[in-house]
């Protein structure tokens, strides 16, 4: 299950907005614990070749990295 403070705290950014770039990773740990339960995200996710993706926020130099595929879902800074 989803962790519920993750949900709320998802839902206050939402309600006053994303501050800084690594607001993001509380939408992708969402992402991860949703692909880890619902069995029609794994099975799309074990249709895609594995990719990793590299955000980068040029004004804030921040980057994180996206992987995806053969299964799993992760992110990292």
Do not use: C, W
């Not at 690594?22 to 996710?45: G, H, N, P, T």
Request: no cysteine; hydrophobic share 35%.
């Amino acid at each position: 299950m989803v962790d519920e403070d993750l949900i709320n705290k998802l839902k206050e950014m939402r309600e006053k907005g994303t501050s800084k770039p690594s607001d993001a990773l509380l939408m992708y740990e969402f992402v991860k614990q949703v692909a880890a339960e619902d069995e029609d995200l794994k099975e799309e996710l074990e249709d895609i070749d594995e990719m990793v993706v590299q955000i980068v926020v040029t004004d804030q130099d921040y980057k994180y990295y996206l992987t995806l595929g053969e299964g799993k879902f992760d992110y990292a800074e």
